[in-house]
């Protein structure tokens, strides 16, 4: 997604859809909510999480050094994630990309770098199959993809 598509996203098509999806009785709540969010869906519209592999061993699902994945709002971006997707990886992306939605929601410039993180397979020294370390930062969405 394109720094212009994800800001009509955040923007327009996530309050739209919260708004569609919530009952009349309950509106009030939905646009207190919208409207306390805003620098959180401000700053998924300006920012990206970036996960690159750094370390690999014996991974079943075939993820390689160097393979990244980017991750906007609450989606990979196929068009700049470049290895395969693995439940092990997701699911520690998942826990990192938690603590990125921590940073959207503050004013003001924002920065996060996190090395070291691992998948889930617990690796072949107790009885896992391999696993993979990556390290993750936070980057401007590209004007274009």
């Known amino acids: 997604m394109t720094r212009d598509e994800a800001e009509r996203f955040f923007g327009e098509t996530i309050p739209v859809r919260f708004r569609a ?3 009349a009785a309950d509106n009030a709540e939905v ?3 919208l409207a306390g969010s805003k620098t959180f869906f401000d700053n998924c519209a300006r920012y990206q999480v970036v996960a690159e592999i750094v370390e690999v ?3 079943m699902a075939g993820v390689e050094v160097g393979e990244r994945y980017v991750i906007q709002g609450a989606r ?3 068009a700049q994630t470049t290895g395969p997707l693995c439940i092990f990886l997701v699911s520690m992306l998942v826990q990192r990309v938690a603590v990125a939605f ?3 929601a503050r004013d003001g410039e924002i920065a996060l770098t996190l090395s ?3 998948c889930t397979d617990p690796g072949p020294a107790v009885g896992g199959f391999g696993g993979i370390k990556a390290r ?3 980057e401007p969405i590209p004007v274009q993809v």
């Open 76 to 78: 990979i971006d196929p």
């Open 31 to 33: 646009e207190t909510l």
């Open 116 to 118: 070291g993180a691992q």
């Open 21 to 23: 999806d919530t009952p």
């Open 57 to 59: 061993s014996r991974c």
């Open 102 to 104: 921590d940073r959207f």
């Open 136 to 138: 993750l930062w936070l």
